[in-house]
């Protein structure tokens, strides 16, 4: 279990907190326990937990009509792998060397996991996207996957190692640059920054990502629920009805879709109160299951339509469902800090984000918790197969500035910057551990492939 270092008081205006000089030193301090060298270290320890096993046992609970899809997107490559063995990687790091420095951490930080979305102001911003596992947590997990899916990523796109040691180097370099600086501003100061596509674009230094961040960026701006009217939805006896394209998007019958109805109800009341007025004056015209991502497929997972006033005044709404993050167990054992998960996860998404999706709630339905959000709000990614070496260590760059930013945010960024430093030792480390846990990406890859083969793992 996860040993935490000291942090500061909350909760009270009247107690003053540890200074930030006295926090940079504690984190300094901390090399004396865990040096940076050692937080490159692995190597898969005698009686490592099968893979295999730990995926099995994510499984539980879902859909079993849908694993076998989520088993084919695992095997179709190493990076597929990754994305969805959080749960492996989870228990992996937490037996490694840590500080105890425990902000909010994403708990799914691999490259896949930044990308854009729309502000509350309808500005295009590029962030931390993902926060199914997010958690408070040691920020060396957070590195240590973020920089092992840059290695697993670029081996996927042709890049030599040394391209790949570079592009991690970058990542971590960025990642202490700006933990470094935010730790020496106001506290307002960290949650105002952030990163929109306009100064992202002045970032990137290398012209094949600056041309693949142009492209995305407008293919996020047309994916808005109005645009995705003709595509998802169509005209059935008079009323808009949600596409079918089983199995991946399916109808939702009764009682099933009453429950997810009343849920809806439930979720206005997690919003605030003009978001809630908003929201409310709308009304559920369909909703149907729709499969998404690769950690997420088996879970339950709804996009629910609804119609304002006019028929093309629309609203998609992404209800997914939420369970314990795979890191809890690590953090507080079998106890349980958060009483709705759903609520967890938004709460901890606006704690990493400089803005978020000003919908997100939390709902419950047949005992099943879900958090909401909307489903077509500008969301886009920065496609890893048009990222080449160059461009790679830029976007690593970029990403680990995110990183660092969202762990900033929240506690320990004097004490992190602290203990990391100016040199680039951590780099290094990190150079080691992402080669090293790279091999063992592509091992457990192989291994799953195996099971499929000879029929221990089901596939679509």
Known sequence: ?????????????????????????????????????????????????????????????????????????????????????????????????ATGITPVICGDAHLGNFGFYASPEGELVIDLNDFDE????????????????????????????????????????????????????????????????????????????????????????SRTSDRALPRFTHEH????????????????????????????????????????????????????????????????????????????????LQLKQARRSVLAPFVHGDSAWHAHQGQRVVEYQQALQTVSDPLLGWATADGRQYYVRQFRNMKGTVPLDGIDAAALADYAGIVGHLLGKGHARTSGASMIAGYVGGSRKLDRAMVRFARAYADQTEADHAQLVRAVKRGAMPVA
């Open 237 to 316: 006896q008079g009323q808009r009805r949600i596409v079918q394209e089983p199995p991946l998007i399916t109808e939702v019958r009764e009682p099933e879709r009453e429950h997810l109805a009343a849920a809806l109800d439930g979720y206005l009341e997690t919003l605030a109160p003009h978001w809630r007025r908003l929201v409310g004056g709308y009304t559920l015209v369909d909703i149907a299951h729709k499969v998404v991502g690769v950690g997420s497929v088996g879970l339950r997972a709804y996009v629910a339509l609804l119609e304002g006033s006019d028929p093309d005044d629309v609203l998609f």
């Open 134 to 221: 997010a958690h408070p947590g040691a920020w060396e997990w957070d590195l240590r996957r973020l920089v092992a899916s840059i290695w697993v990523a670029g081996r996927q796109n042709s890049a030599s190692e040394d391209h790949c040691a570079d592009a991690v180097m970058s990542c971590v370099a960025a990642y202490r640059a700006e933990v470094d600086f935010l730790a020496e501003q106001p506290l307002l100061m960290r949650s105002y920054n952030r990163l929109d596509v306009k100064r992202l674009h002045e970032t990137a230094s290398d012209k094949t990502l600056r041309a693949e961040i142009k492209r995305a960026a407008r293919r996020a701006r």
């Open 1 to 97: 279990m996860l040993t935490k270092a000291k942090s500061e008081p909350f909760g009270s205006l009247r107690q003053r907190p540890t200074s930030r000089e006295e926090r940079f030193a504690i984190g300094k301090g901390l090399r004396q326990q865990v040096t940076r060298r050692a937080l490159g270290e692995w190597k898969a320890p005698d009686g490592r937990t099968d893979p295999i096993a730990l995926i099995q046992q994510s499984h539980r609970g879902r859909r079993e009509d849908l694993v076998p899809i989520r088993v084919a997107r695992m095997i179709t490559s190493p990076y597929g792998f990754l994305r969805g063995a959080a749960i492996v990687m989870a228990e992996d790091v937490a037996g490694l060397p």
